[in-house]
C-alpha cells in the first residue's frame, strides 16, 4: 500500500465544498495553489497541532476540541481521521511538491507517534503531551515508564495500524535513515508478531504476547447455547475480525513485506489468511462472526453485538481471503469463497440488504431496541450503530471469477509511479479550496462538538477531514501543473 492509496482511504469521508460553476471556471495558478497549501499547513502545524498531533475537530477559536471522545489542550488523537491521517496527508503532499513545511509538518506528526509509542509496542486511541499525565496514565516508551497505568495496544478502529503505516511511509520516505524512527517501526513490527496468535489471529487489544498454551488452534464451531443477555465481560482478547481489526493488521505486514523485505512480516500476512479459514463458520452458516472466544465460538462484545454470524464482516474476511490469494497465489484462500458468497446472497433482505447479525443456525436476522434488548425486528434501532448494512455480494462475486481467470503471474498488483493531471474537476477542487481558506489559513465550516457546553453552542468549526481533503486536491494540483 502507497502513501497515495492510504490518503484515497482516509478521504472517504461525507464533508464536502462544492465549488460554484463560476468558481471553476476561474483559472488557478500554480503559484497560488502552492501558496494558499503553505499557508494551511502552516496554520494546521503551528496554530492546531500540539507537538504535531492532532484530534479530528477544533472549535473555531481552537479553544475547545475532541477526537471520538472530548479532548484536552495537551492531546492529540490517533484512530483516524487523527494524526496518522493528518501525516499521510502532509507526506503525501511532500512526495507530490517537494514542499519544505509540507515535509516538516510531516516529520513532526511522525516524532509525536514516536514519543506516544506504548512499552506493548502500539498505540492507544489518545496521545497525551502533559508530562504529569504521561507519567501517570501511559508507560510510553519514550518516558521509559513501564510502569504506567496504560499500557494497552488497540488495534481497534485501524489504531495502532494507522500509527505504524505512517510511520513506515515517513521511514521509507527518509530512506530509513532517521534512527528513532526506524527503531519505533521496527518495535511496533515485531510486537505484533508477538502479539498474533498461533491461529493468524490479533486479539482487539493488546499489552503482552499470548500463552500459546492457551489458545489451541481448531476450527470454529457453534456454541450450544448462548447468553441472550449482555454479559458485560472483556473482550480484548478475542480473536477480532469487528472494524477491520484482522483486515487492517494483514494489509499492514503485507505492505511491511514489501517495504522492509522481510519473509516474517508476508508470513504474519499468510497466517492471517490461515485463520480466516479456520474461522468459516459450519453450515448451515457458512460465513464468519465479529469475534471469536479462544474456544474458536462466536461471542459476546459490546452490548449491541451478541455472538452470530454477520453479514458486514463476512463480506470483508471473503475481501481479506481475496487479497491473501492475490498475494500468495495459493488457492486454498478461495476455497472458502464460493460457499460463504452463496449463503450470503441467499441471506439478503429486501433493496440489496444484509442484516448485520444473524441468529446462530436459525439464521434469523437479530437487532436491538433502543433499550438494547435483543429482539428479531428492526423498528426501534438505536441510532449510532449499522444493523443493516449494504450486500457486496455480487461485486465480491465478480472479484473472485476475476481472480480466477487471471495468470498466477500477473495477480500482485504492480506499483506506479503516480501521474497527476490537470482536469476541470481538480481545477473547481483547487479553486474552492483557495476561496475558502480563511486570513489565517483554516477552513471552518459549520458544525458542533459534543465537547461543547449543551452540544450546539460552538457554530464553526476546523475538521481533519477538510484539511485532508483540501490539502490533497491542491497538492494533486500543484504537482498536475509541474509536468
Known amino acids: 500500500m502507497n502513501v497515495q492509496f492510504a490518503i484515497c482511504c482516509t478521504l472517504l469521508c461525507p464533508l464536502s465544498f462544492a465549488a460554484s460553476p463560476a468558481a471553476a471556471a476561474e483559472p488557478v495558478s500554480k503559484d497560488e495553489a502552492a501558496a494558499a497549501m503553505r499557508k494551511a499547513v502552516a496554520f494546521f502545524h503551528d496554530a492546531v497541532s500540539v507537538e504535531g498531533s492532532y484530534v479530528w475537530r477544533y472549535s473555531e477559536d481552537l479553544t475547545l476540541r475532541e477526537g471520538e471522545g472530548s479532548a484536552t489542550a495537551t492531546m492529540g488523537w490517533i484512530q483516524p481521521p487523527g494524526t496518522p491521517a493528518v501525516g499521510e496527508a502532509l507526506l503525501a503532499a511532500y512526495e507530490r511538491t517537494g514542499d519544505p513545511k509540507c515535509r516538516a509538518a510531516a516529520l513532526s506528526a511522525a516524532n509525536s507517534l514516536v514519543n506516544c509509542q506504548l512499552v506493548s509496542g502500539g498505540w492507544d486511541y489518545r496521545q497525551e503531551f502533559d508530562p504529569s499525565k504521561r507519567k501517570n496514565n501511559f508507560a510510553f516508551r519514550a518516558d521509559d515508564n513501564p510502569s504506567g497505568k496504560n499500557n494497552t495496544s488497540t488495534l481497534d478502529d485501524d489504531n495502532t495500524q494507522s500509527a505504524l503505516r505512517f510511520l513506515m511511509h515517513v521511514d521509507r520516505t527518509l530512506d530509513f535513515k532517521d534512527d528513532s524512527i526506524h527503531e519505533a517501526v521496527e518495535f511496533a513490527l515485531q510486537s505484533l508478531l508477538k502479539a498474533q496468535y498461533?491461529?493468524?489471529?490479533?486479539?482487539?487489544?493488546?499489552?503482552?504476547?499470548?500463552?500459546?498454551?492457551?489458545?489451541?488452534?481448531?476450527?470454529?464451531?457453534?456454541?450450544?447455547?448462548?447468553?441472550?443477555?449482555?454479559?458485560?465481560?472483556?473482550?480484548?482478547?478475542?480473536?477480532?475480525?469487528?472494524?477491520?481489526?484482522?483486515?487492517?493488521?494483514?494489509?499492514?505486514?503485507?505492505?511491511?513485506?514489501?517495504?522492509?523485505?522481510?519473509?516474517?512480516?508476508?508470513?504474519?500476512?499468510?497466517?492471517?489468511?490461515?485463520?480466516?479459514?479456520?474461522?468459516?463458520?459450519?453450515?448451515?452458516?457458512?460465513?464468519?462472526?465479529?469475534?471469536?472466544?479462544?474456544?474458536?465460538?462466536?461471542?459476546?462484545?459490546?452490548?449491541?453485538?451478541?455472538?452470530?454470524?454477520?453479514?458486514?464482516?463476512?463480506?470483508?474476511?471473503?475481501a481479506i481471503l481475496l487479497e491473501v490469494y492475490r498475494q500468495t497465489g495459493d488457492k486454498k484462500y478461495l476455497e472458502p469463497v464460493p460457499r460463504a458468497l452463496a449463503y450470503l446472497k441467499a441471506s439478503e433482505l429486501a433493496e440489496g440488504k444484509l442484516a448485520r447479525f444473524y441468529e446462530l443456525k436459525s439464521n434469523r436476522p437479530l437487532y436491538f431496541t433502543r433499550q438494547y434488548e435483543l429482539v428479531y425486528t428492526a423498528d426501534d434501532l438505536p441510532t449510532h450503530y449499522a444493523f443493516i448494512t449494504n450486500s457486496k455480494v455480487d461485486r465480491l462475486q465478480a472479484n473472485y471469477e476475476k481472480l480466477l481467470a487471471t495468470e498466477p503471474a500477473k495477480l500482485k498488483r504492480k506499483q506506479q509511479q503516480p501521474r497527476y493531471e490537470l482536469s476541470p474537476s481538480l481545477t473547481s477542487a483547487a479553486r474552492a479550496a483557495i476561496d475558502s481558506l480563511d486570513s489565517r489559513g483554516a477552513w471552518t465550516e459549520p458544525g458542533s462538538l459534543r465537547a461543547a457546553e449543551g452540544g450546539g453552542k460552538v457554530q464553526r468549526i476546523i475538521t481533519t477531514q477538510t484539511f485532508i481533503r483540501n490539502l490533497d486536491n491542491l497538492s494533486r494540483f500543484v504537482a498536475a501543473s509541474q509536468r
Open 198 to 318: 498461533p491461529n493468524g489471529a490479533w486479539p482487539q487489544r493488546f499489552r503482552e504476547p499470548p500463552n500459546p498454551a492457551d489458545f489451541p488452534v481448531i476450527k470454529a464451531s457453534y456454541p450450544e447455547a448462548w447468553a441472550r443477555a449482555w454479559p458485560s465481560l472483556s473482550y480484548n482478547s478475542y480473536y477480532t475480525l469487528n472494524d477491520s481489526a484482522l483486515a487492517d493488521c494483514i494489509a499492514l505486514m503485507f505492505e511491511a513485506a514489501e517495504i522492509y523485505g522481510k519473509a516474517d512480516y508476508f508470513e504474519a500476512a499468510r497466517r492471517g489468511g490461515d485463520f480466516l479459514i479456520l474461522a468459516q463458520m459450519p453450515e448451515p452458516q457458512p460465513a464468519w462472526c465479529q469475534q471469536y472466544n479462544a474456544e474458536m465460538q462466536p461471542a459476546w462484545a459490546r452490548k449491541f453485538e451478541p455472538p452470530s454470524v454477520t453479514g458486514g464482516e463476512s463480506q470483508g474476511a471473503i
